[in-house]
């Protein structure tokens, strides 16, 4: 015999380590594959006026979080007001509701599906071991970045928050009573699922529920056997979170010689609360066929941990095989926990129905996710760092690599549509499996150097005709911000100076409009009063050398001569559009118009002048 500190109180069991048998599937530690894009076009072509459509995912966690309140029911014993418990599902787009007939039963006394994760191994700081009371852990590592905070409202206006855990990249499972008044109640609304919160979705970012699942033996009866629930999401976001498996044991001696791991966002006097996730860990004192239970002397009330998946490791694999339901102590202290247990039913309607109808069988649907970016770029410069994951989100193998065209746009929302700035168009070549992903890391697609400075959006459409062309886009939290700075940081500013020198009809005169904005098309110059129809040059320079020339004054050193012809009132116009070339960040430069063969003119060559015009170029 060894003593095993348990969820609640120190217990005497034998240590039993039971391998969990009949798996169908191993989980183990997957590094997402990455490819290259091969860029296809730069060419830009600017944004155009038209009706983007909605957010593809328009995920967000609410505004108003602290009116949401933590839902953790106090246990009632309720009898079945029906023959049987039967899966049952909510359509929240069409508010239907359909019960579903019981599924085919489990083969034999247990069963489990394994989970997968990406990435990162389990936390380094060796939790998973650490006894009740609840320890604080960071959300967003693996293994708890697969737990999420769940926000939903009631059809009376109120609004509440539970936990859950994701057991596939578009499933989560959670207790009934978060997707369901039950006893005869209503459905839950404005379901919303962030994983790994900390205060912010940040990690992953966020998912609407579309599908919420429970049994009649709750929604009907208020059975807490059957308080369990499921939601699932319109954005996988399991394949950035990653997902734990999840399976049954009929064996209720089992439950008490198992270590659990329960997990969840408490609400009260938890440090922290109600944006801390917190654990405990040990063995289960009590198991019937659908609860299972501790008593436990925790400080403060559990309220908001209700839904989140109670796990227990084999062979380094993680399995939900209970959701927190119900306890005692409220408001100030939790002394009494109970959670309903997956069974072999419920295992059932989640391994052949819920989870899987979640894709195409048929069609591959091929959805980007996670644009990353430096967060700044120059106008007319590339966007460094930036790679986005496309997921297979579909049972349909393509059986070899294929070609999939990829354009690249920069936004003024979150929202990315072929509306907006094409900033680049590439390729990536890739065989996809069922169910699996690859990260593709590209070049630095040009901002156009015409672009006003600001705040943007970049993403990206594969352009493919799949499942769902409707997920084809990277929108709101996929979409990576950019700020776009100026071409430079020098500030542009123009200046008149020198003296000029005198024709037939005086000095003539040299102006500036504007001042020299690099890219800007509205810069020129202007000459007057110089002698009717006369020619000269305009003569431009990058230093300034000030030396005497035919009786007066060269100002810039010569390095372009561009020869010009007034008209029949001595005026000239030039315009002088300036790109976005950041060679000239800074730089100073100096113009000055002289006319040889002025007849009112001094010197050899008779050169009427006109002042200089200085201008830096910048921003």
């Not at 049952?88 to 489990?112: K, N």
């Not at 380094?316 to 339901?325: E, I, K, T």
């Not at 393509?398 to 900033?423: A, E, Q």
Request: aromatic share 12%; charged share 15%; net charge negative.
């Amino acid at each position: 015999m060894k003593t095993i500190t348990s969820l609640g109180a120190v217990v005497l069991a034998t240590s039993i380590a039971v391998p969990l048998t009949g798996v169908r599937a191993q989980g183990q530690l997957e590094v997402v594959p990455s490819v290259d894009a091969v860029p296809a076009a730069y060419e830009v072509l600017p944004a155009r006026d038209g009706d983007e459509g909605p957010l593809r995912y328009d995920a967000r966690p609410p505004q108003n979080r602290a009116d949401y309140l933590p839902a953790t029911p106090v246990f009632v014993d309720r009898p079945l007001k029906g023959p049987a418990a039967l899966p049952v599902i909510y359509d929240t787009r069409t508010g239907v509701e359909t019960v579903l007939a019981e599924g085919v039963g489990p083969s034999g006394p247990l069963g489990s599906v394994a989970g997968r994760s990406f990435g990162d191994a389990v936390d380094a700081q060796n939790y998973e071991t650490v006894s009740s009371p609840p320890s604080a852990v960071t959300g967003s590592v693996f293994p708890w970045n697969v737990h999420c905070r769940m926000w939903y409202s009631d059809t009376s206006g109120g609004n509440w928050v539970c936990s859950g855990t994701l057991i596939d990249a578009r499933t989560m499972i959670t207790a009934g009573h978060c997707v369901h008044e039950g006893n005869g109640g209503d459905w839950m609304v404005n379901v919303v699922v962030s994983p790994g919160w900390d205060g912010d979705d940040d990690f992953a970012g966020s998912a609407n529920g579309t599908i919420l699942g429970s049994y009649t033996g709750w929604t009907v009866s208020g059975s807490f056997d059957d308080d369990m629930g499921t939601v699932r999401l319109d954005r996988p976001v399991g394949f950035l979170s990653s997902w734990h498996g999840y399976g049954y044991n009929d064996d209720d001696a089992w439950w008490t010689s198992t270590m659990f791991n329960i997990v969840g966002w408490p609400g009260g006097c938890f440090a922290g609360a109600p944006d801390q996730l917190y654990y405990a860990w040990g063995p289960w004192e009590n198991a019937t066929s659908t609860i299972v239970s501790s008593n436990v002397n925790w400080p403060c009330w559990f309220g908001g941990m209700s839904g989140g998946g109670d796990y227990w490791i084999d062979l380094g694999d993680r399995y939900v095989g209970a959701v927190n339901s119900h306890g005692v102590g409220k408001p100030v202290e939790t002394t009494y926990i109970g959670s309903t247990r997956i069974t072999g039913g419920k295992y059932s309607n989640m391994v052949n129905s819920f989870v899987p109808d979640a894709y195409p069988d048929a069609t591959i649907d091929l959805i980007p996710l996670a644009v990353t970016a430096n967060p700044t770029v120059k106008a007319g410069s590339g966007i460094a760092g930036m790679s986005y994951r496309v997921v297979n989100a579909s049972h349909y193998n393509p059986i070899g690599t294929s070609v999939y065209p990829v354009d690249v746009y920069l936004s003024t929302n979150d929202n990315i549509s072929t509306f907006d700035t094409l900033i680049e168009s590439h390729t990536f070549s890739w065989n996809f499996d069922p169910m699996s992903q690859v990260t593709v890391n590209m070049g630095a697609p040009v901002v156009p150097g015409t672009t006003v400075p600001g705040n943007y959006w970049t993403g990206v459409i594969v352009d493919i005709v799949d499942y769902d062309v409707n997920n084809n886009d990277t929108d709101g939290w996929d979409a990576a911000p950019v700020t776009v700075t100026p071409v430079c940081d020098a500030g542009a500013w123009g200046w008149v100076g020198g003296v000029g020198k005198s024709g037939a009809l005086g000095v003539p005169l040299l102006t500036y409009a504007n001042y020299p904005v690099i890219p800007s098309s509205n810069y020129s110059l202007t000459i007057s009063g110089a002698y009717p129809s006369i020619s000269g040059y305009l003569i431009f320079g990058f230093s300034y050398i000030n030396a005497n020339f035919d009786g007066g004054k060269m100002y810039p050193n010569p390095d372009i001569l561009l020869p010009i012809t007034v008209n029949g009132s001595g005026a000239m116009f030039l315009p002088l559009p300036l790109t976005a070339d950041p060679a000239f960040c800074g730089v100073n430069g100096w113009v000055q118009a002289m006319f040889p063969g002025d007849p009112g003119a001094t010197g050899f060559r008779q050169t009427s002048q006109t002042r200089y015009v200085g201008m830096t170029f910048g921003q």
